[in-house]
C-alpha cells in the first residue's frame, strides 16, 4: 500500500491510500470549466492581437507570363498572323525587360547609378526609379 502526505482529500488520519484513489479527468475539468475557458478566450485574444499589431518581416509577389503559340505552319491564315504573332512578343520582351530583376541586373553591370540622372539617389534604389 503505497501513501502519501496530508491532502484536503486526505482520510481522519491524515494521509491518502492512492490504491483507492482513482484520477478522473473529467470530474477535473467540469471543476475548472471557467478557468479553461477564461485562459482559451485570453490565450486567442493575446494571439490574435499580436496577429494585428506585429510588423510584417516577409513580402512576396509573383507574375505568371503565358504565351500562346501556333504550331501549325501549314495554316493557310499564317501569313495574316504574322504581325499578330510579332506584336504579341513584342508585348512579352516589353514586359520581361520592366521586371525588377532584369532592371536591377542592368544597374549593376552598366553601373548606371553613376549616371548624372541618378546621382541624388542610392544604388539600390536606381532600379525602383527606372
Known amino acids: 500500500m503505497s ?6 482529500n486526505s482520510t481522519p488520519g491524515g494521509y491518502v491510500d492512492l490504491d483507492k ?3 478522473d479527468i473529467w470530474a477535473m475539468v467540469r471543476r475548472r470549466k471557467w478557468l479553461i475557458i477564461f485562459m482559451l478566450v485570453a490565450g486567442l485574444g493575446a ?5 494585428e499589431k506585429a510588423t510584417r518581416i516577409y513580402e512576396t509577389s509573383a507574375q505568371v507570363l503565358v504565351t500562346i ?13 504574322a504581325e499578330v504573332g510579332y506584336e504579341d512578343s513584342m508585348t512579352t520582351h516589353a514586359q520581361l525587360i520592366k521586371t525588377p530583376l532584369v532592371v536591377q541586373r542592368a544597374v549593376d553591370k552598366f553601373r548606371l547609378h553613376e549616371l548624372a540622372s ?12 527606372i
Open 3 to 8: 501513501v502519501v502526505g496530508p491532502d484536503w
Open 21 to 23: 484513489q482513482s484520477f
Open 47 to 51: 494571439g490574435g492581437l499580436y496577429h
Open 69 to 81: 503559340r501556333q504550331t501549325d505552319d501549314n495554316s493557310p491564315l499564317r501569313p495574316l498572323n
Open 118 to 129: 541618378f546621382q541624388n539617389l542610392q544604388p539600390q534604389n536606381v532600379a525602383t526609379a
